[in-house]
Nanobody, 120 residues
Framework: QVQVVESGGGLVQPGGSLRLSCAVS????????MAWYRQAAGKQRELVAI???????NYADSVKGRCTISRDNDKKSAYLQMNSLKPEDTAVYYC??????????????WGQGTQVTVSS
């Protein structure tokens, strides 16, 4: 069984910072792609940042220069450092994990989400 648990959300003032964490509990051996998505009220879920098993990263244009995604493979964890936060960053942030095995099986899991609210 695979569990994905996010933490680190909260209330922060505009211009502030938060660091989200995502911990994966899994015994599946394979290549882990980890990503952060967010969903604001009344809007569709969107990709914020993604980090491949080899460490390559990509970001949504709206967060480039303000957010950094990283990972710790030994801990099967990913992190999202968010700086210069804006009210429009307010959303529920979800960790997404895609596991691809040597045998080409693909598994995808989501965390339960963590609320980030940017407000004065």
């Amino acid at each position: 069984q695979v569990q994905v648990v996010e933490s680190g959300g909260g209330l922060v003032q505009p211009g502030g910072s938060l660091r989200l964490s995502c911990a994966v509990s899994s015994s599946i051996f394979g290549f882990y792609t980890m990503a952060w998505y967010r969903q604001a009220a009344g809007k569709q879920r969107e990709l914020v940042a993604i980090i491949l098993s080899g460490g390559s990263t990509n970001y949504a244009d709206s967060v480039k220069g303000r957010c950094t995604i990283s990972r710790d493979n030994d801990k099967k964890s990913a992190y999202l450092q968010m700086n210069s936060l804006k009210p429009e960053d307010t959303a529920v942030y979800y960790c997404n994990v895609v596991i691809e095995t040597i045998g080409s099986k693909r598994y995808e899991y989501w965390g339960q989400g963590t609320q980030v609210t940017v407000s004065s």
